[in-house]
């Protein structure tokens, strides 16, 4: 496994001014992957400079050239897509379907904004006096500071990288400490093809807090993209205020997976466990409270338990494993803490909970049925593979049930077609899947409503977050 281990600052591989490093683990056996390096508050600063040195001849650099260095990418990391699969594996301890998984869609990215980058629109108006031209421009927003989190290590990264370079800014990236290694392979890449020096950097401070709060009030830093938790993305967004810094912030998800009445069970099974067990569960996107319908919840349940029983668990170095090790022992105790607390407020643990597995961040596949909606477990992001069952009797009180949270990232509607519509029509979120369990998709518009986020990635309205609008005015 070779990947860098130190911070990437004006085209150079560099230890931190005070050579401090930290840790990094693999969470299926708790070995140390790496010593990487710990950023100062200088290096971050430095890293920022570097950005603000790149920015001027990178955004005149031809869009086409642009362009070809992100294509570029995209075939090299197509090409080696078993070694950051490898990489995803070992420090985020996913399984490897995941991991592979991840890493072609973290790939699909370059090959998307490859193409962006040459359709950068601007538009062309008329006063209504008829007498004045307005050309509206898009131009690129500046140098951009990236914070990324560590359950999808390639493609937070690279959802952002690729617009972000694509409209001609330049960026400072703050990987997860838990997962750097994967950031800085995905940083290399960008090196290797050619992607000219400040353009791309890396750093990795640890405390993160300090040393973001410095960049964020770095006069040349002008926007902010976040994907992690409401909470933190809360106080970067205050951070952010003080230099009036543009922030998309991608956060955290609750998500309702809704099934109807005469819904094809079977088929809203297979559906939740994609919703539920992708990322073995640590993903922003997955399906968090399932709320059945009376005629259907012991079917649903019944049918769900044995699926997850089939799940096999262990590291996703064994490439047959289902379901992989969190990211850390912390993080198996958070899961572990909310499936026992369910139970004491009454819920019936038909699957899985209780003890570890020896050794690892493993927490087995785990059902919960006669969940109460409002309860701890239903009101917070579970982020593993631990499905929580209501039960529901009417449509408009599920719809209620599932628009009553901080959240508003996803929801997954399964039903009769016409009905699912409605309802995935009333639900308050950034993207609903009617009779599937999956809706990433580079060409789709990524985001959250309420406090599940500011703004979108992927897509065409990716790139426009990376983009300011200049107004020209002409006299005619
Ligand atoms: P996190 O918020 O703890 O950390 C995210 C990033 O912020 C990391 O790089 C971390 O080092 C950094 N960070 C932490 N504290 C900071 C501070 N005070 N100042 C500056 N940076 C700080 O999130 P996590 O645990 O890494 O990831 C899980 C969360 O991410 C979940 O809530 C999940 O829903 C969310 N997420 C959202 C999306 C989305 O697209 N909406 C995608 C993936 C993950």
Redesign the pocket.
Known sequence: MTSPHDLFIDGQWRPAADGRRFPVHDPADGSELAQFAAATEADCLAAVDAAADALASWSATPPRQRSELLRACFDLLTEEREQLAALIVAENGKAYADAIGEAAYATEFFRWFAEEAVRIGGDFRLSPSGDKTIVVRRDPIGVAVL??????PAA?ATRKIAPALAAGCSVVL????QTPLTAAYVVDVLRRVGVPAGVVNLVTPVP??PA??AMLHHPAVRKLS???????GR??LHEAADQVVSSSM????NAPFVVLPGADVEAAVEGAMVAKMRNGGS??TAANRFYVHDSLVDEFSTRITTAMKAVTMGPGADHSNDLGALVSPEERDKVAGLVDRAVAEGANLTLGGGGQPSGGAFYPPTVLTDVKHGTEINQT?I?GPVAAIVAFSDVDEAVAMANDTIYG?IAYVYGDPAQALSVAQRIDAGMVAVNRGVLSDPAAP?G?TKQ??LGR?GSSEGILEFLEEKYIGIEV
């Open positions: 914070v990324t989190p560590w359950n999808f937070m703050k990987p997860a400490s993160a807090g973001v709060s976040f994907t992690g938790s409401t909470e933190v106080v970067l991608e956060l955290g998800g993903a922003c992001e982020f990232l990524f959250g599940s986020g990635e």
